[in-house]
């Protein structure tokens, strides 16, 4: 039944609600009076009710204080505004008369000055203390009377000044009753169909089962019923009758939703989760969703798994790193081993080793290769980009978080291998976050307070020295002893030069097939320069200066003057600064080894220029332009 409050403000009205209520007779709503005049009586008083009618600075007030109950408001006409005046007219003389009021008691009134033959002042009230303030304003600038709302009208006698109040008449207290049950109905459709809709987006999982507030089944889906009693129809039945937990009555009982339970359904272990179903904080029923665990588990597999398609997939494998020293050899040899066991790898290394190709390849031998391969630059991103991007973050976490969240790296990489990037550059304040991980496995999104289990292997690179890093303080000592479990050296090209001309080969056949060219020769001087120079950017250097040589150069033969041709600009050529051998000791420039080779050559072939141009790999009139520019040939 619905419970209607009228606030009187006087009491001529309270005999117009109930004369309008008796002849109405209105059988869905039991309607009650209360006699309130001013803010104060609104903020104490208390309503069991479903909707207030109200009019005026009380109806305000009444949606200000007490904003979880429907309040409507009781019209005022223009007539009633003009019957309120011309009282005023008659009983006082008034020319000038002041309307202070709520919106839709001021409104249009104005237009009334010639109508009938005053001047009207209008003043727009929204709070109690206004109307008193605005008396004074009103007296000040000539008023003769007042005219306004029963608060109004009061303030104003005991200012001593004349003044009315506007009556509300049968026909706004019929609007305002009709307005109550329109809005009544709409409120109570409204809060069915959100309680319907609301359980079943949250809580469908599998099967669904509704019980009355007597426990009676009232719903069932086909999987619940499959779940629960195959063979029998089960609606209309007790719920103990098919499900053997109490879970259900407690919650009918007590009114408090169960979430995560773990029930015993014949032989099968179900996730469960009871939520009472409440109108007006009356329990009037229950709803049961059942998940078969095993299913669970089915398909967080297939999720994670599905994550591979989206490029969290290692890409490279130990054979596709090239080389034949003895280093790199040892270094293959050593992440090999790594590959069998499951424990933290730390490769140290300098820019452009190969850091990355050695931990795809030890992810894509290691029992987890079918798992997935998350790669993060911990130098790439600000702190709190990394953080999120690690660890993941809850709906309204921050401003621009994701509508639901979103799962982080570490997340991503379950069952599977991570990589972290340049971890020295995480910030200390991060470092605590990650100890967390390599201690217990497990994550907390930023902003939630759910514990996320994770299992992970952590592969780490590095071309800083850790070490003294813990010792200055830039670096926590405890991740520094759980990252290093296993480490590997990847040796810079400067310590194996002799796997220079296989990468050589390697990156200008792979360059030259990609931009649909012809493979070429490098002469034997271009080879030995090359593999004089120190190559501080090691293999990434050298694979950009192939690019480049195979995006610049034309003909099928690489010699000195084609790398001489590249500009400054475009690549750091092996010129400057003087290399360094083995040993630290200084090699010559490049044009100084040229020169060596030119020289070297013409003395073997005897002075015979054509014959140390083919010795050397390049033409006669390029022999005799470089004797020239080095001044070898007068």
Not at 603 to 616: E, K, P, V
Request: net charge negative; charged share 25%; with cysteine.
């Amino acid at each position: 039944m619905l419970k209607i409050t009228f606030v009187i403000p006087y009491y001529d009205l309270e005999e117009t609600v109930n004369k309008y209520l008796a002849d109405a007779r209105h059988q869905d709503a039991i309607f009650n009076t209360t006699h309130i005049v001013g803010t104060e009586d609104v903020k104490k008083l208390k309503f069991d009710c479903d909707i207030i009618i109200a009019r005026g600075i009380t109806c305000a007030a009444l949606r200000e204080y007490h904003p979880e109950i429907t309040v409507v408001e009781i019209p005022v006409t223009g007539y009633d505004v003009i019957c309120a005046l011309d009282e005023c007219k008659r009983r006082f003389g008034a020319k000038r008369i002041a309307v202070i009021g709520a919106v839709n008691m001021v409104y249009g009134s104005p237009i009334l000055n010639n109508i009938m033959d005053i001047e009207v002042m209008v003043y727009r009230v929204n709070k109690e203390e206004d109307a008193s303030y605005y008396i004074h304003d009103a007296v000040e600038r000539g008023a003769d009377a007042i005219v306004g709302g029963l608060m109004t009208y009061n303030f104003a006698l005991q200012l001593g000044v004349n003044a009315t109040w506007v009556k509300s008449r049968e026909d706004a207290i019929k609007q305002a009753v009709d307005e109550a049950i329109r809005t009544s109905e709409i409120k109570e459709k409204e809060r069915e169909r959100a309680e319907f809709f609301q359980i079943i987006m949250d809580y469908t999982h599998e099967g669904i089962l509704a019980v009355d507030r007597s426990g009676h089944i009232t719903a069932v889906n086909t999987s619940a019923a499959r779940m629960l009693s195959p063979h029998r129809k089960i609606l209309g039945r007790p719920v103990g009758a098919v499900l053997s937990s109490n879970a259900i009555s407690r919650v009918l009982e007590r009114g408090e939703e169960e979430l995560g339970a773990l029930e015993l359904v014949g032989e099968t272990h179900v996730a469960a989760n009871f939520v009472p179903i409440k109108i007006d904080n009356a329990v009037t029923g229950a709803v049961a969703t059942l998940q078969n665990v095993s299913r669970i588990v089915e398909i967080e597999n297939k999720i994670r798994k599905k994550i591979l398609t989206k490029g969290h997939v290692s890409k490279y494998r130990f054979q596709d790193i090239i080389g034949g020293s003895p280093r790199i050899k040892t270094a293959i040899s050593t992440a090999e081993k790594f590959s069998r066991v499951d424990a933290n790898v730390l490769v140290y290394g300098e820019t452009g080793t190969g850091k990355e190709l050695f931990a795809h390849s030890i992810h894509s031998m290691s029992a987890r290769s079918q798992g997935p391969f998350v790669a993060v630059n911990c130098a790439a991103l600000p702190e709190q980009l990394l953080e999120s991007e690690l660890f993941g973050y809850a709906e309204g976490a921050f401003t621009g978080a994701m509508k639901g969240g979103k799962a982080g790296l570490f997340e991503i990489a379950h069952e599977g291998t991570i990589f972290l990037d340049e971890v020295g550059e995480i910030p200390l304040t991060l470092q605590a976050k990650l100890l967390r991980v390599l201690q217990e496995r497990e994550i907390m999104r930023i902003g939630h307070d759910r514990v996320i289990p994770v299992n992970v292997r952590i592969i780490a690179a590095t071309n800083k020295d850790l070490g003294r890093m813990a010792k200055e303080g830039n670096f926590r000592q405890d991740i520094l002893f759980r990252l290093d479990v296993l480490h590997i050296n990847v040796p810079p090209l400067r310590q194996r030069r002799e796997d220079i001309p296989l990468l050589i080969d390697h990156y200008m056949n792979l360059y030259r097939t990609r931009m649909g060219l012809s493979g070429v020769i490098l002469s034997p001087s271009v080879l030995e320069l090359l593999e004089s120079y120190s190559w501080p950017g090691n293999v990434r250097e050298l694979a950009n200066l192939c690019e480049r040589l195979s995006a610049l150069c034309e003909g099928n033969i690489i010699d000195c003057a084609d790398i001489e041709g590249l500009s400054a600009d475009a690549v750091e050529k092996p010129t400057c600064p003087v290399p360094e051998n083995l040993d630290g000791e200084a090699v010559p420039e490049l044009k100084t080894l040229e020169k060596q080779a030119i020289i070297a050559a013409v003395q073997a072939a005897g002075g015979n220029h054509s014959q140390a141009a083919r010795s050397l790999g390049i033409s006669r009139s390029t022999l005799w332009r470089k004797l020239k520019s080095l001044k070898l040939q007068k």
